[in-house]
């Protein structure tokens, strides 16, 4: 899964059962408080989070799914369009939060997740219900 903090910042997770790598830029790092340098330090390795760290529920597909992606207000139709070559269906929710494109062919499933408020960023889907094989990455770091 690939998370997209405000435009530029960026974050990579992959769970593999009960362990969690990441693998973020400089400007992902910055926006989670680190200084410059720290934040150069640390972009582009790889690190093994604890289980119980924030991404366990975000990268639970139930969970997301189910109460990550529930609107805030009654959704309605806001447009169609085309997403990666893809036609997909827009909804907005009542308070006017941000945008979540669903598929229009096919199983509906969610495409993207664009929040409105500054920095809050986008959230790209790919790939469901494909068969994928997910190895850890061959260095990382482990945090305690």
């Known amino acids: 899964m690939r998370l997209l903090q405000g ?3 960026r ?3 992959i769970r593999i059962g009960r362990r969690s790598f990441t693998l973020g830029n400089a400007a992902w790092y910055r926006s989670a408080g680190l200084p410059a340098a720290a ?3 640390r972009a582009g390795k790889w690190f093994q989070v604890p289980a119980a760290a924030v991404f366990a529920e975000l990268l639970d597909k139930q969970l997301l ?3 990550g992606l529930v609107p805030t207000g009654a959704a309605r139709v806001s447009g169609t ?3 990666r070559g893809r036609p997909v269906t827009l909804f907005r929710d009542a308070d006017e939060n941000g945008t979540i494109a669903v598929r229009s062919s096919g199983v509906p499933y969610p495409v993207n997740v664009d929040y409105d408020a500054k920095d809050s960023g986008i959230i790209w889907f790919a790939e469901w219900g494909a068969r994928t094989t997910i190895t850890a990455p061959e260095r990382f770091t482990p945090l305690p």
């Open 7 to 9: 435009r530029k910042a």
């Open 11 to 13: 974050l990579q997770v």
């Open 39 to 41: 934040a150069r330090e």
């Open 65 to 67: 799914v189910g109460r």
């Open 81 to 83: 369009g085309t997403l």
